[in-house]
Structure formats: structure tokens, C-alpha cells
């Protein structure tokens, strides 16, 4: 018949990401724990891996920010220079499990040269 049978992670990538930012706060963080429970079969899946790198969904202070715009807090220099600053994940994006999967979606996870030109600025 020709009808694509959508699964999990294509209803994440074409449905959910895009209109996150306009969730309650509620359904934010049902989506955020629903993609960290299945977080081991949806990493396998390109696009919505793309979709995650490039949706704000990480909660920091009052706003939410892509993967790439966090800082690490297990990195001691960052956590030192930028500690206080809104630039860390909330509480409840700071779980081993979670810092693994926001590492993996381009969280900085080290002093590369802008994060050293932000330091140095400091």
C-alpha cells in the first residue's frame, strides 16, 4: 500500500523535536526522560540523532539550550571558571547517564580553543 509505518524515533525526529520548545514543561521533561530511557536503541538512528543535536531541549536556568551550547560539569576547569553561570545542564540532566548522552550529541566535554577564549576572557 505504500504507508510508511513510522516507529519510535521517527515520531521523536518529525513530530516531538520540532515543536518542543512549545511544550509545557511537564510534557519538556516526559520528553526528555522518555529519550534518555531509550536513548541505547535511538542513538543508532541518524536523523534523529541530527534532530537532538540541533533542538534546544537541555534545561539551563530558565531556558533550554542544544547539546553543543552546555558545558560538561564533570570538567573541573569549566566547572571552576564558568561555575555559577547558566552555561552547566539543570540537576536533572547531570546523571552519569545523561551527561553520556549529551556528550555523545556534542555537549563540550573539554577546553577546545573557543572554550579556551571564553576562559581566558574570564
Not at 520528553?31 to 538512528?45: D, G, I, K, S
Not at 533550554?64 to 560538561?72: A, I, N
Request: aromatic share 8%; with cysteine; hydrophobic share 40%.
Amino acid at each position: 500500500m505504500g504507508v510508511r509505518r513510522l516507529e519510535d524515533h521517527d515520531v521523536c525526529e518529525l513530530f516531538v523535536l520540532p515543536t518542543f520548545s512549545s511544550l509545557a514543561s511537564s510534557k519538556q521533561r516526559a520528553v526528555r526522560e522518555h529519550l534518555l530511557r531509550h536513548w541505547h536503541a535511538f542513538r543508532q538512528h541518524d536523523r534523529l540523532r541530527e534532530a537532538l543535536r540541533t533542538t534546544p531541549f537541555v534545561p539551563v536556568g530558565e531556558r533550554l539550550l542544544r547539546p553543543s551550547e552546555v558545558l560538561d560539569p564533570r570538567v573541573d576547569v569549566l566547572s571552576y571558571i564558568f561555575g555559577g553561570e547558566s552555561v552547566f545542564p539543570e540537576a536533572e540532566c547531570c546523571t552519569d547517564e545523561w551527561l553520556a548522552m549529551l556528550a555523545a550529541l556534542g555537549m563540550r566535554t573539554s577546553i577546545d580553543r573557543n572554550t579556551f577564549l571564553e576562559c581566558a576572557r574570564k
